[in-house]
């Protein structure tokens, strides 16, 4: 894994100290979303068909920190929208490290030759660059040529500077196998500390709805790219990934897992998201309020259409990591001999008793509008951590 053991033995350690006092439920990862506004238009994005009115709101310094403080994570994963659109995100993060939290910052790499001087070196901080396959298929994936080259040559700039790196990769059904573990190569080659890898999920509002995945073609396209993982210096493999073993096991389809929503609670401008980052039904004002009153039996593979074809990182990989925390017997002997690539899956989770897919997203969104038309005007922010942005996009 390209995850140093410090920053395991932390997540480690919390979730210990969390089943010790008894919770059932309880965050590794927040995921916050201080801007929806976005320069590009992935066609297989659902985050940015919003009104320009909501589009131009942003979480502030104050509660961006505040959120982290209310959930309590280890790790905070910032995205978008495009969070480098956000002037006040170098406070943000460094309000972050300073919480002791491990902070990844999500970004298309576009704007950051240009922001990455606002920030220093640490640690526990990691730059998680978009990258969904080689030149042709991130541009694809994109909806915009030129974007793959602009993004690794920033990568390579924030990595000659010291900082740690990461890719995110989201597959769809295009992906090819061989291409994409070239592509692998590729950027290990580059030294980045770690490859992130998920499916792409069927956002309900994307203008691309043709080229998801269901959870047999994730397995079948997963076990073929991790076939291809060998030859490294070990002997076996070549790539650091940064899911969890386990996780990437899942993906192949040898671990029958449920979804975990509440390991990445997401927090955007319209309060805590019901009841994950990838679904949004209705939102809670308070993180208390999401945990103790959303009807989590309600969600996940089995229980909801929505649900049906997901295996994303941030409904499962909590899920995982949990039970790598649990049994590390189980981990370290996935760890080893790499996700398994032959042989039976595992018998896949009953959809006959799912309930019908509800189409919501409009309500919240009318409602966020009705409440800005009473909200009083603001003035502008002043620097600092307690800065509230509220000017456009650049």
């Known amino acids: 894994m390209g995850i140093p053991l410090a920053q395991q033995a932390k997540v480690a350690a919390y979730v210990v100290k969390q089943q010790l006092a008894g919770r059932k439920r309880f965050p590794l990862v927040l995921m916050l979303e201080p801007l929806f506004k976005c320069n590009l238009a992935c066609a297989g994005c659902g985050k940015i068909d919003y009104p320009d009115a909501i589009l131009n709101k942003r979480l502030s310094v104050e509660d961006s920190l505040a959120a982290a403080e209310e959930c309590g994570a280890p790790v905070v994963a910032i995205a978008g929208g495009e969070p480098l659109l956000h002037k006040e995100m170098p406070q943000i993060v460094e309000g972050l490290l300073k919480q002791g939290r491990i902070v990844i910052l999500c970004t298309n790499a576009l704007l950051l030759e240009k922001r990455m001087d606002a920030y220093k070196p640490h640690p526990r901080f990691i730059w998680d660059i978009h990258l969904d396959g080689d030149k042709a298929q991130h541009d694809w994936a994109v909806s915009q040529e030129g974007v793959y080259e602009r993004a690794v040559e920033a990568l390579k700039k924030v990595k000659a500077l010291g900082f740690r790196t990461a890719i995110n990769c989201t597959l769809f059904n295009n992906a090819h196998a061989e291409r994409t573990a070239k592509f692998f190569d590729d950027v290990t080659a580059l030294g980045v500390d770690n490859i992130m890898l998920s499916p792409g999920y069927s956002y309900e509002r994307a203008p691309d709805q043709k080229h998801f995945l269901n959870r047999q073609s994730t397995k079948e396209l997963f076990r073929d ?20 073993p386990l996780f990437l096991d899942f993906l192949a389809g040898n671990q029958k897992y449920n979804c975990t929503p509440w390991g990445n609670p997401t927090r955007n401008i319209f309060g805590w998201q019901r009841p994950c980052y990838l679904l949004g039904e209705g939102y809670a004002k308070t993180f208390k309020e999401l945990m103790e009153e959303t009807d ?40 080893l001999r790499g996700p398994r690539t032959e042989g039976a899956m595992v018998e896949e989770i009953d959809l006959t008793k799912q309930r019908p897919a509800e189409y919501v997203f409009s309500t ?26 509220v000017s456009p996009a650049e």
């Open 225 to 244: 790219v991790f076939s291809r993982n060998k030859g490294g210096k070990d002997g076996k493999t070549k790539w650091r990934m940064g899911n969890s």
């Open 364 to 389: 919240h969104v009318e409602k966020a509008m009705g409440d800005m038309k009473h909200e009083p005007p603001k003035r502008a922010a002043k620097h600092g951590n307690t800065a509230a942005p």
């Open 296 to 335: 989590w039996d309600k969600y996940g593979v089995g229980n909801y259409e929505k649900c049906a074809d997901c295996m994303v990182h941030s409904g499962f990989e909590a899920t995982a990591a949990i039970d790598s925390i649990t049994k590390p017997w189980k981990a370290i002997a996935a760890q």
